[in-house]
């Protein structure tokens, strides 16, 4: 039998509310934010036993606590830097590659362990419907667990790190500062990086140069020019599909308070903003194939990705409003885009790989 219980932030038991704490047999859902992120907020909770929650298989509840879908944000940067240093027969040491590749994944989990941590705490994934796994919310696992893995996670990356700067000296210095970067976002209470005007570029430093010229190193291989711009161009494409969502957000989350580089622009300059970016993104991957890929395929990319943005471009310039299912539409056909440039690179790696 459930219950409905609302609690203010200055409520003694508020916090062991949302982080599930306050019982072992039951689980609060939250169900209803008010005056998210301010001093007065309010959470109405539904309360249910534990037999009453519904709860998907088991492996569905591991992709969706441990958002497996978004690993690609990972393995496709480090697949591109592993065809690239397998064509150059470059490569040189395949077990430092497989810690490298391990401790990349751990860290990752880590990351998105952390951030649906916070982003439930500080009430985003309250407020926005489509934000963050769910799995906190459904009543799946707690935030208190959530937390308690993402330390985990972390502490295996770092073992894993351990040999590896053993190994490659160098390599203290990326992990040094992704470690900085990682702590500052992640363990900062208020206004961690997620929330502030430009701090998107903490993300593309971390999933762009400082990966692929990280793990290039960890293969044995010095880093260069090329893997540096190969991460600034992955950087870059993933940054779209930030602001992406960002956009698709962008009521919503301006409401409750949260600021990011797309709230604070508002919504016509946002839409500028979007189709720059991806125009800059065309750019920027057609100098990089120009460069490191060759002239055929940089030309033949661009051709197609530029016909393709057709219909995106579209649909961004003709929207009117940042309230109904347009924006739905626009996330849709831009995220379709980041697909479509995706499996054209996984193509092009695979003719390498096979030529």
Known sequence: MSELITLSKKDAKFESYLLGTFSKTHRALPQQTLNVNSASELVTFRVLPLSEIAKPSLWAKLAQVYKVRTFLLIFLPLFLILTKNIDDHTMQDPVTTAIATIGVLLAFISINLRNDYMDHM??????LERSGSRAIQNGWITAAQVKHLSSFFLFMALVCAVPLVFAFPQLAGIFAVSLTVGLWAQFKKQNSFKYRIGGEFALFVMLGPLLTVGFQIAMGVPGDVEAFWLGCVWGWLVLFVVHLRNFMNIFPSSQAGFTNTVNWLGFDKARRLIAGWWILFLIFNLVY?????????????????????????????????????????????????????IGMWVFECLWYLLR
Do not use: C, Q
Not at 122 to 127: E, I, P
Not at 303 to 310: D, E, H, P, Q, R
């Open 122 to 127: 500080k009430g985003v994934d309250r407020v």
């Open 289 to 341: 194939h120009l460069n490191y890929a060759g002239f055929y395929w940089g030309v033949y990319l661009t051709v197609v990705l530029a016909f393709a943005s057709v219909g995106f471009v579209y649909k961004l310039k003709n929207i009117s409003s940042p309230v109904g299912s347009e924006m739905r539409k626009v996330f849709r056909s831009g995220f379709y885009l980041f697909l479509i440039a």
